[in-house]
Structures are given as structure tokens and as C-alpha cells.
């Protein structure tokens, strides 16, 4: 990566910024992008209204483009756990259903699971976590006859464990269940193709990798979920024509329209296109590489230390997040505040240090945190 793509983030002036696993900083321009469509609004009002609906329908179509679905397949929410809520409460439960998940996975992939259990007597049955890795093994003998979703995250948050998706879309389809994913902690760090990883379901903020402020969120819908999810918070703009306000006979929104109530966050928005355009012209796979290699040599680096790195490094399970053990005498949030002393940003996370690089940062910046840690 360059130093003209690196400039884009003035933090970089400060900190050594390893924590994007948590809040990225978004580059310059997408702040530009937030900062002009509400200037737009004080000068102008509504003025230029369709102006950011075309703002909109270009950033779904990058978001969509970035996982390999059609632009209906996608609509912008809150959040994830707005996501996997509105897919948990879509479907048509009875007792002795059951959903498959991990016991370690981000809480925004557990509530909406357990919800069910206490409404409606599903079971959530959980894999246990081996070594820093989700046993795949493990997870697929718990998928039956009466599971209806097999849900998990593309790269655990507090592992950086990468799945292999494919093969659990195979064993949920193999029971007609379907796979939910949780794509916060890959999408815009590394490739995701929700046809050729058989995922039918995903949820992911735009805070992390995506570099966007805070506040907007995507859902996706494949065919075979759509057929089964039904949009449960609905609005005026959940219908096929919202702006025909007098007829209430309209069908749903196609594909996974139907899933955005009404009033979009616009500025936030208008903030994602500019960073989803950054990312797409970087490359996603050009990102993820990098970010691989230098996961890699930080790794190598802390085994230099003797450091404990919980996170798999296999080929086939590493991501861009690495986490470590802290050595006797230290804890992950004394060990955090020390280098947050040194202006190097990671993040405790349970009995982990996690350390997450995004596409700006450099072999020096991992050197200065390696020279920075006891």
C-alpha cells in the first residue's frame, strides 16, 4: 500500500491504529462526503433529494457488488443486530426447531437466537471453541432434520478465525437449513461471495472494515432466504412504490427492499459510497493480501517474544485479526493501557489482546508495536 492511500488517514499522524476490529477511522474523504450532504440540507432542504437516492442506490450497488449479489439482494439497516434480529423474527418457529451456532460468537449472533428459545421453546445448540478455532467438525454434528439456521461469523471477533463457509452451507443445506452469517468482522478486509460460499443470509456494520462513521448497517437476502424470511418491521417505504401514499394494496418491496422501513440515515450514506469506491478501487483481494502478509510478520515478530498467539494462522482459517495472550503479570487491559501510553491502539477483549491492522498500515507500524510491548 501506498503513502498517498496511508495520507487519507490523518490519525496516522498521531497513533499506530491497530483496533479497526472495533471502529475504524474513515479516510478524509468520506468525512468530506457525510460533511457536504448535510451542508446540502442546511443551504437547501429537500432540494436535492433525489440527488442522495442516487447516492444510495450507487453505494448499494458497490456493497452488492462487493459480495457477489444482485442490488435488490441488499438493504441498508442499523446495525448487525438489527440484521440478524429482523432474520430471527421472520421465520415461522415451533418448539423442537433448532439453531445451530458458536459459543463465542459476537452477542449481536447470540440474543436474537435466544429469544427464540425463551418464545417459542427453540433449541440453540453451541460448538465449543478448541484452541482459538471454531471446530467445523464439531459444528456440523450438531446440524439435524430440525435445524432451521446454522448461524456464524465469516472471522470471529475475539479469535480472528476464519470459517470455510462453504462447507458449513453444505451441511446446512444438506438438511434444508439455512446459513446465517454474521460478515461484520470480513466484509471490506477480506473477498466474500455469498453465492460460491452458499451463504444465504448476512448481516455486517460499516464502522469496521468498511471505514464508515457509526450508524448504518447492511442485510442480505438470497433467493432461498427470501422465500422463507418474511419482513416483520415494515414501513411506508417497504412497498413497491412509496411515493404512491394513498395505495395500501401495494406488494412488498422486491428481494430484500422490503426490509428498509423508511427515512435512510443519508449522510451516513453518503459516507459509505465514498469508502466503499476506496475499497473497490484498492481491491479487495489487493487488501486482503496485504493485510495477510503483514498478519503474518507480526506474528512471526511476537513467536520472536515468545508470545502466545491464540488466533490460527492455518491458510485456510487466518484473517487480518490477530490475537495474543499477555505474559505473566500482565492482563489484556494493562497491557492495553500500556501501549495506548505509547499511542498504539488495540483493544482487551475477554482474556485476549486482539491486534487488527487495516490496508493503510505498515510493517512499521507493527514494528513500533512490537518494540512497545514488555
Known sequence: MNKSLRALFPMT???VYLNHAAISP???QTI???AAQIKDVTENGSLHYRSWVAVRERARRLAAEMIGARTEQVAFMRNTSDGLSTIANGLSWKAGDNVVTFRREFPSNIYPWLRLRAAFGVEVRFSDERDGRV????????IDDRTRIVAISHVQYASGFRADLERVG???RSHDALLVVDVIQAMGALPVNVEAELIDAAAGACHKWLLTPEGVGLLYLSDRA???VEPTLVGWASVTDPEDYG???QDWARGTLAWETGTAPTALIHGLESSLRLLTETGTERIAAHLLELTDYLCERLRSLDYKIISSRRDNEKSQIVCIQPKDGWTPLTLYAHLKKRNIIVAPRGERLRIAPH???TREDIDALIDALP
Open 226 to 228: 427470501r422465500e422463507r
Open 32 to 34: 468530506e462526503a457525510v
Open 359 to 361: 490496508l493503510y498500515n
Open 13 to 15: 499522524e498521531r497513533f
Open 135 to 142: 471446530d467445523l467438525d464439531e459444528l456440523i454434528r450438531l
Open 247 to 249: 395505495n395500501f394494496e
Open 170 to 172: 453444505r451441511a446446512a
Open 26 to 28: 474513515p479516510p478524509a
